[in-house]
């Protein structure tokens, strides 16, 4: 599986941004698929995760303000992301694991993640 995420710039706090993530190489297996963010000197964190089914879950910190959607017939992930604020910056990256279970709690859940296939990044940076 290869992922390949764009998208990213720069933008004003207040502004919109929609991440893409180009999938290749995978089966019709069920699979959960994320969107997670590392800022400098912090931790990766997962911001949002979509299942196979089409289930959808975000993190707090993000609720309301992005959306995570799919498109099977382009093999594609986005993640709209509405009213961003500076503290959005961060590298994002794509990932995907080839089950279901526990898909839904990967953004609410402080326990790390585990994602077989990663995406290598697109930054995004908000200014204020």
């Known amino acids: 599986v290869q992922l390949v995420e764009s998208g990213g710039g720069s933008v004003q706090a207040g502004g919109s941004l929609r991440l893409s993530c180009a999938a290749s190489?995978?089966?019709?297996?069920?699979?959960?698929m994320g969107w997670f963010r590392q800022a400098p000197g912090k931790e990766r964190e997962a911001v949002a995760t979509?299942?196979?089914?089409?289930?959808?879950n975000y993190a707090h910190s993000v609720q309301g303000r992005f959306a995570i959607s799919k498109d099977a017939a382009k093999n594609t992930l986005y993640l709209q992301m509405n009213n961003l604020k500076s503290e959005d910056t961060a590298m994002y990256y794509c990932?995907?694991?080839?089950?279901?279970?526990?898909?839904?709690?990967?953004?609410?859940?402080?326990?790390?993640?585990?994602?077989?296939?990663w995406g290598q990044g697109t930054q995004v940076t908000v200014s204020s």
């Open positions: 979509i299942d196979s089914d089409g289930n959808t």
């Open positions: 990932a995907r694991r080839n089950y279901v279970a526990g898909c839904m709690v990967v953004a609410t859940s402080p326990t790390p993640p585990v994602f077989a296939y």
């Open positions: 190489g995978y089966d019709y297996r069920p699979y959960c």
